[in-house]
């Protein structure tokens, strides 16, 4: 089939690429001429496990193209996709300019059927609304607007789009509903359902199920606070009740607050939408109080332990991305921390596998770039771990230890125990699980060079 992808982004570059590996002719359009340069040369824009591969394969096999231009870009195409940005407007909910424009600007251009596909995450209604504009200047015959939202997640991006859970898909046309069927069936070959539905239900379905995740997460993060205070382990608590098959054991892992550019972006919406259909989703808007509350939970910790003031202090983050495998840091929790810890004199070390280049951007030379996980603690009071990138799990503490003023470890993922921590005679605080060593903070008071180093003396 020959299709095209409007917006280049982490969801349009791999849909494209996905496309083009079962054998589609993909054209990749976006208005960033940088990005479209890059890819003309092979190369992505972006960093997500995999992508590089198929990107080299189908380049070389002339089945994926890149163009700035839309009308060139759309041509030929039978089915042309919208994985455009649905950022949020000042009142929170989804911006629909960039959907809106690139329909009005099809509408001229387009002069044989094509079905429009709207991939990006937008309101309930807005297949409508995408079809008003169109047919302002376009003939109704000529076009369908389906909607068809996308479940991926970053970081394994690739993978989800080949292998869906399932495929979702709102459209009341059922030529439009021939052309998706024909088109997923590689995908769903190992019995994974399409399920078609109108267009209204599809659109808030991708809603309901990132509202839902969030909530989860929100949930757990609550649990794991009160956890904390009462003596409890939230890792046992967690598997406790995971295990239960009405509940099941993903997503429930407490943390520093969901962040990236769909959970946050995605849950305002939905509150947004329910008040323009004159209903108050409390429970919604909950999860995003509860979230920005557990965003601030490490700069509150590392306060707690060293005081408001933290100048003289030097912390080394581990971890910018908003989770592991992505170098995405929208609304990630660690830029929130930097901003806390400088803000109140800290110098801050970062590292991250693959988000440096993004961080740098934003925070310039007012921090410092490590070069690996090492050197991002080479000197400092305590380690921040913000994301669970794999190298960090089983680091060498030895050299951990060695490296910084004093063994202390704030981890905002859990990714040690608190008995391996004891163990190796670190200060050890994590989330919602008792603290390791709670004693030896006593001593923060002092400056860290004078903490006593002899393993016997702690606690
Ligand atoms: N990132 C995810 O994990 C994810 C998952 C599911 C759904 N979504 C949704 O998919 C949509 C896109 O998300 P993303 O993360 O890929 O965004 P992104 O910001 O990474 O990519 C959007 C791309 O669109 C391009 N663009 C903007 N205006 C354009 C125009 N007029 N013509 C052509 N290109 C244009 C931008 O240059 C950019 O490359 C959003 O609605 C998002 O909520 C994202």
């Given at each position: 089939m020959q299709l095209a992808i409007i917006g280049t982004g982490y969801v349009g570059l791999v849909t494209g690429?996905?496309?083009?590996?079962?054998?589609?002719?993909?054209?990749?359009?976006?208005?960033?001429?940088?990005?479209?340069?890059?890819?003309?040369?092979?190369?992505?824009?972006?960093?997500?496990?995999?992508?590089?591969?198929?990107?080299?394969?189908?380049?070389?096999?002339?089945?994926?193209h890149f163009t700035t231009s839309l009308r060139e870009g759309i041509k030929d195409a039978q089915v042309i996709f919208l994985a455009l940005p649905t950022p949020p407007g000042k009142d929170g909910s989804a911006d629909l300019q960039y959907v809106l424009d690139v329909a009005a600007q099809l509408s001229e251009i387009i002069t044989e059927y094509k079905v429009i596909v709207n991939k990006s995450t937008v309101p309930v209604g807005t297949a409508e609304k995408v079809a008003a504009v169109m047919a302002q200047k376009l003939d109704k015959n000529l076009f369908d607007v389906v909607s068809n939202p996308e479940f991926l997640r970053e970081g394994v991006a690739v993978d989800d789009f080949l292998k869906p859970d399932r495929v979702?898909?709102?459209?009341?046309?059922?030529?439009?509903?021939?052309?998706?069927?024909?088109l997923y069936q590689p995908f769903v070959r190992q019995g994974n359902p399409i399920?078609?539905?109108?267009?209204?239900?599809?659109?808030?379905?991708?809603?309901?199920?990132?509202?839902?995740?969030?909530?989860r997460i929100s949930f757990m993060n609550e649990m794991a606070n009160l956890c904390e205070r009462a003596g409890a382990n939230v890792d046992n608590v967690r598997m406790g009740m995971g295990s239960d098959s009405r509940i099941g054991k993903r997503f429930l892992f407490p943390g520093v607050g969901y962040g990236g550019s769909c959970f946050p972006?995605?849950?305002?919406?939905?509150?947004?939408?329910?008040?323009?259909y004159d209903y108050e989703y409390s429970?919604?808007?909950?999860?995003?109080?509860?979230?920005?509350?557990?965003?601030?939970?490490?700069?509150?910790?590392?306060?707690?332990?060293?005081?408001?003031?933290?100048?003289?202090?030097?912390?080394g983050i581990w971890g910018l991305a908003f989770k592991p495998e992505t170098d995405d840091i929208r609304e990630a929790p660690a830029l929130e921390l930097i901003d806390e810890l400088t803000a109140a004199g800290a110098e801050v070390k970062v590292f991250d596998p693959e988000a440096m280049e993004n961080v740098?951007?934003?925070?310039?030379?007012?921090?410092?770039?490590?070069?690996?996980?090492y050197d991002a603690i080479d000197g400092v009071d305590a380690l921040i771990i913000v994301t669970e990138w794999s190298a960090f799990r089983t680091p060498n503490f030895e050299r951990m230890n060695e490296l910084m003023k004093a063994p202390f470890v704030f981890d905002g993922r859990n990714i040690y125990t608190v008995e391996k921590m004891e163990e190796l005679g670190y200060y050890y605080e994590s989330i919602g699980r008792k603290t390791a060593h709670a004693s030896q903070r006593e001593k923060i008071a002092v400056p860290t060079d004078t903490i006593v180093r002899d393993r016997g003396s702690i606690d």
């Open positions: 690429t996905c496309f083009a590996e079962t054998g589609n002719n993909v054209m990749c359009i976006d208005i960033n001429e940088d990005k479209v340069n890059q890819l003309k040369q092979g190369k992505s824009p972006i960093y997500e496990p995999g992508l590089d591969v198929l990107l080299d394969r189908n380049i070389k096999e002339d089945r994926i979702v898909i709102g459209t009341s046309s059922d030529r439009a509903k021939k052309l998706m069927e024909e399920y078609f539905m109108d267009e209204r239900s599809s659109e808030m379905t991708k809603y309901a199920a990132n509202a839902y995740l969030a909530m972006k995605d849950v305002k919406a939905l509150a947004q939408t329910a008040r323009e429970l919604v808007t909950t999860v995003m109080n509860v979230n920005d509350k557990q965003k601030l939970i490490l700069g509150r910790k590392v306060k707690d332990c060293f005081g408001s003031d933290l100048s003289g202090r030097t912390f740098k951007r934003i925070f310039g030379d007012k921090i410092v770039y490590a070069n690996d996980q």
